[in-house]
């Protein structure tokens, strides 16, 4: 079964310094993997998806993510973080047409 | 294109009332599927419909949560009675193969 763990609940940068959101995925196959990102009183929006093609992601709004096997790591990250990226993030994985959220963390940004 | 529709997207009501929720998927998007968000957690896979069938309903609390997609395109879920605990964000999604793509949510408070 298809797991994935987001090892930051919270994470707080200063707005044009790097954002760095980590996910560690668990699967015995070859996994598609996502990330969501959900602004406040709003539903979850598609950022970038991963389905076995290539290894880095760019997704929307400038966020990429690097599927790394060895690690079994799907972080996203962004070079320069901007206000309007303050919301709450949540990778998953994809079995069967199913989707397993991680637990979210939520970005906060620093003017 | 138009997105995962729902209504209504916010509802209070006391323990022990009943509640409805509406979805109506993205066109020509077969699968859907009802999620519960409690706060501060990501969310849960209550049931999931490929055209007007159940696919996986295993996580839906069955004495109370009901949800029906009679002709295969919009949704309904109900729960009856609520408790306090059922208090959360209700959220529907539809997919094209793997990609899920989310409505607003229903914002439920149960009293």
């Known amino acids: 079964a298809q797991s994935v763990t987001q090892l930051d609940s919270h994470v707080s940068v200063s707005e044009g310094t790097p954002v760095l959101l980590r996910c560690n995925y668990s699967?015995?196959?070859?996994?598609?993997l996502f990330w969501y990102v959900q602004h406040p009183n709003k539903g979850l929006q598609l950022l970038l998806k991963?389905?076995?093609?290539?290894?880095l992601v760019k997704g929307i709004n400038g966020f990429e993510a690097e599927f790394k096997k060895s690690e079994t790591s799907f972080h996203l990250t962004k070079p320069s973080a901007h206000m309007s990226d303050a919301a709450e993030y949540f990778c998953s994985g994809a079995g069967s047409y199913q989707l397993t959220f991680g637990k979210g963390t939520k970005l906060s940004v620093i003017p | 294109e138009a997105g995962v529709a729902q209504s209504p997207r916010y509802k209070i009501i006391e323990k022990r009332q009943s509640v409805a929720f509406w979805c109506n998927p993205i066109s020509g998007h077969a699968t859907l599927y009802w999620y519960q968000q409690i706060l501060g957690q990501g969310p849960k896979l209550l049931i999931q419909?490929?055209?007007?069938?159940?696919?996986?309903d295993s996580q839906l609390p069955k004495d109370r949560f009901s949800a029906e997609r009679l002709k295969g395109v919009d949704s309904t879920l109900k729960i009856q009675p609520a408790k306090l605990e059922d208090s959360a964000v209700y959220l529907c999604?539809?997919?094209?193969?793997?990609?899920?793509?989310f409505g607003p949510g229903t914002r439920l408070l149960v009293l």
């Open positions: 999604a539809s997919s094209h193969q793997e990609t899920q793509y």
């Open positions: 699967s015995s196959y070859s996994p598609s």
């Open positions: 419909f490929q055209n007007n069938g159940v696919v996986d």
């Open positions: 991963y389905t076995s093609a290539a290894t």
